[in-house]
C-alpha cells in the first residue's frame, strides 16, 4: 500500500525558504518518478515538479521554475522540495506523488504572508 507523508511546511514572510519533505513507503521507492503538486484555496491542483526515480532528471512548473529544487534520497525514500524567494501566491497545500499511482498523502500547507 503507498503510503506518502508530506511534512515541512508552514508560515513564512515573502522572499523566505522552506524545505518540505515527502517520507514515502509500501513499494519501491528507487524505481518511480516522484512530484510535488500544490492546491491553493479556490483552484485546480497544479504541478509544482517532477523528479526521475534515479533524481537524474527533473522538470519544473513555469511559475516554479527559477525558484524550487526537487531532489531525492532513495536510501531514505523522501523526496523533497527546496522553495526559496516565496510569494503570496505560492500559499497552497503541498502534496507529493508517485508516478503512477492514485493515491495522494494528507498535504501539508504553506502560507506566504507578512
Known amino acids: 500500500q503507498v503510503q506518502l507523508v508530506e511534512s515541512g511546511g508552514g508560515l513564512v514572510q515573502p522572499g523566505g525558504s522552506l524545505r518540505l519533505s515527502c517520507a514515502a513507503s509500501?513499494?519501491?521507492?528507487?524505481?518511480?518518478?516522484m512530484s510535488w503538486y500544490r492546491q491553493a484555496p479556490g483552484k485546480e491542483r497544479e504541478l509544482v515538479a517532477r523528479i526521475s526515480n534515479t533524481g537524474g532528471n527533473t522538470n519544473y512548473g513555469d511559475s516554479m521554475k527559477d525558484r524550487f529544487t526537487i531532489s531525492r534520497d532513495n536510501a531514505k525514500n523522501t523526496v523533497y522540495l527546496q522553495m526559496s524567494s516565496l510569494k503570496p501566491e505560492d500559499t497552497a497545500v503541498y502534496y507529493c506523488?508517485?508516478?503512477?499511482?492514485?493515491?495522494w498523502g494528507q498535504g501539508t500547507q504553506v502560507t506566504v504572508s507578512s
Open positions: 506523488k508517485r508516478f503512477g499511482s492514485p493515491i
Open positions: 509500501g513499494f519501491t521507492f528507487s524505481s518511480f518518478p
